[in-house]
């Protein structure tokens, strides 16, 4: 299994810019591909970005061109950087880990509110 802990949300205005983190532990890290994912309320949880263990990206159309996902293998850190934010944006963010197995694991979300 693999502990995921997400931090950097928060309430910002439109326009303005965030970057969340995730922490990982319990798996080797460099082998997983990783992905952010939000859930706004009454909607369903869907991907924002995706990073795999060779560093290629894919990104929601919603998003592409504003947000950034990254990766630091060395500490076990996933990254997204959310910039020109909307108030659409709003929602809890979720970080996810992908095995080679299949297997996944979320970590317990983040909130993030866009105020217009």
């Known amino acids: 299994q693999v502990q995921l802990v997400e931090s950097g949300g928060g309430l910002v205005q439109a326009g303005g810019s965030l970057r969340l983190s995730c922490a990982a532990s319990?798996?080797?890290?460099?082998?997983?591909?990783m992905g952010w994912f939000r859930q706004a309320p009454g909607k369903q949880r869907e991907l924002v970005a995706r990073i795999t263990s060779g560093g290629s990206t894919n990104y929601a159309d919603s998003v592409k061109g504003r947000f950034t996902i990254s990766r630091d293998n060395a500490k076990r850190m996933v990254y997204l950087q959310m910039n020109s934010l909307k108030p659409e944006d709003t929602a809890v963010y979720y970080c996810?880990?992908?095995?080679?197995?299949?297997?996944?694991?979320w970590g317990q979300g983040t909130q993030v509110t866009v105020s217009s």
């Open positions: 996810n880990v992908r095995r080679p197995s299949g297997l996944e694991d």
């Open positions: 319990g798996s080797i890290f460099s082998i997983n591909d």
